[in-house]
């Protein structure tokens, strides 16, 4: 192995380990954000992005192992998620048309919010 392998083996470790910190904190965000919302909007753009960011951990453990089969694996994730916030979309424009009284406190709610700000 040349000089120039083993740094790049020792740069691509140190790269994946930092990535794998990175997502760990933003995991850790995403999730306070789930819980605290404020609104349901707030949770699903949360949810798809805890999809991403599973996303990128499948991907890091797949390039950390030398086991690429994960990255078929995190594509097929992100189909799905894709798949799973179109269908969340579609649940709150239901609810939202149907006068779900819970839908329009919290419309009603944000607009408020988005007034007080401005």
């Known amino acids: ?4 392998e083993a740094f790049a083996a020792q740069f691509l470790a ?25 609104s349901l ?3 699903v753009v ?7 960011v599973g996303i990128g951990f499948i991907a890091a453990i797949g390039v950390y192992t030398g086991y ?3 990255i078929d694996i995190a594509i097929t994730l992100g189909l799905v998620g894709f798949l799973a916030t179109v269908a969340f ?17 919290e419309v009603e709610e944000s607009i408020k919010r988005r007034e007080a700000g401005e």
């Open 46 to 52: 949360a949810l798809d992005m805890l999809v991403t």
């Open 14 to 38: 140190i790269s994946v380990n930092v990535s794998l910190a990175i997502l760990t904190v933003s995991f850790i965000i995403i999730v306070i954000r789930i819980v605290v919302g404020p």
């Open 1 to 4: 192995m040349s000089s120039f």
């Open 68 to 70: 690429y089969l994960y």
């Open 89 to 105: 979309a579609r649940f709150v424009m239901n609810r939202g048309m149907a006068g779900d009284k819970t839908i329009m406190a």
């Open 41 to 43: 909007p707030d949770r």
